[in-house]
């Protein structure tokens, strides 16, 4: 994967604007955006009648007023639910956003996004494919298409089926056996790993495989410093108020 086709900057503000604003919310990411971000990242998952939105959990219960799994409810319902009011009164009825409604604010502003396919458990396939086909629908022609992540192989195959020349990345909180391996069969042009797993040697060999080498959540200053010295490729972080994404 060249520069070219690599969609994003090294800097991605995580769930919108990290811990300062509701996460996966569209005030998380004008937030995000004003403290400079031009990257942020997200989670995505189907409702039950097939739509894209917005939403990192299972259950709705931590970050919303609704209750029970999400994707078990339609968009109709999931829409009209206070996504907001849990982080402060400030952000008091903000919805959760269909992928459409995101698509729509970054195309605008010429931001990039990285989307990170969080499926309800037993709809991996089936999430990976109909996101795919919405970004292409919704960001064809527009020059910044996302980079799709994921813990699960499943998402990133449906994703690569309906998708194919989207870009990927594997998400890793563990270094299991296979894993550059399972990286490279899904056609993936990053390795995406938790910040403590990023050492010397791993980041050798994602770059020798001719991937790039991510982390999350490195929200720690001298983290940061030493993963930009040992030449990782981006990082995602929630403290987009103490690094500057310039």
């Not at 994003?8 to 503000?13: K, N, S, V």
């Not at 919805?95 to 969080?118: H, Q, T, W, Y």
């Not at 499943?154 to 550059?180: C, H, V």
């Amino acid at each position: 994967m060249t520069s070219k086709t690599w969609p994003l900057p090294f800097w991605i503000a995580h769930r919108g604007a990290g811990k300062l604003a509701p996460e996966n919310t569209l005030a998380a990411f004008r937030l995000g955006a004003e403290y400079g971000y031009r990257a942020f990242e997200c989670d995505v998952k189907l409702s039950s009648d097939g739509l894209p939105f917005l939403l990192h959990d299972a259950t709705l219960e931590r970050t919303s007023n609704g209750q029970g799994v999400a994707g078990e409810l339609g968009w109709r319902e999931l829409s009209r639910l206070d996504a907001g009011t849990w982080h402060g009164r400030r952000f008091a009825g903000e919805p959760l956003p269909s992928l459409e409604a995101v698509a729509r604010f970054v195309i605008a502003n010429r931001f990039a996004l990285n989307i990170e396919l969080k499926a309800t458990p037993g709809r991996e396939l089936l999430t990976g494919q109909v996101v795919g086909s919405e970004v292409q629908r919704l960001w064809g022609g527009s020059g910044l298409a996302p980079l799709f992540s994921s813990f699960d192989p499943l998402s990133l195959q449906g994703a690569m089926q309906s998708a194919p020349e989207i870009a990927r990345g594997l998400l890793l909180d563990s270094l299991r056996s296979g894993w550059l391996d399972e990286a490279q069969s899904l056609g993936c042009g990053a390795v995406i790993t938790h910040y403590r797993l990023m050492d010397h040697a791993t980041l050798a060999q994602i770059h020798a495989a001719g991937l790039r080498a991510l982390v999350y959540t490195v929200n720690d200053r001298a983290a940061a410093q030493t993963l930009i010295a040992d030449g990782v490729d981006g990082i995602i972080t929630d403290a987009v108020d103490q690094f500057s994404p310039a």
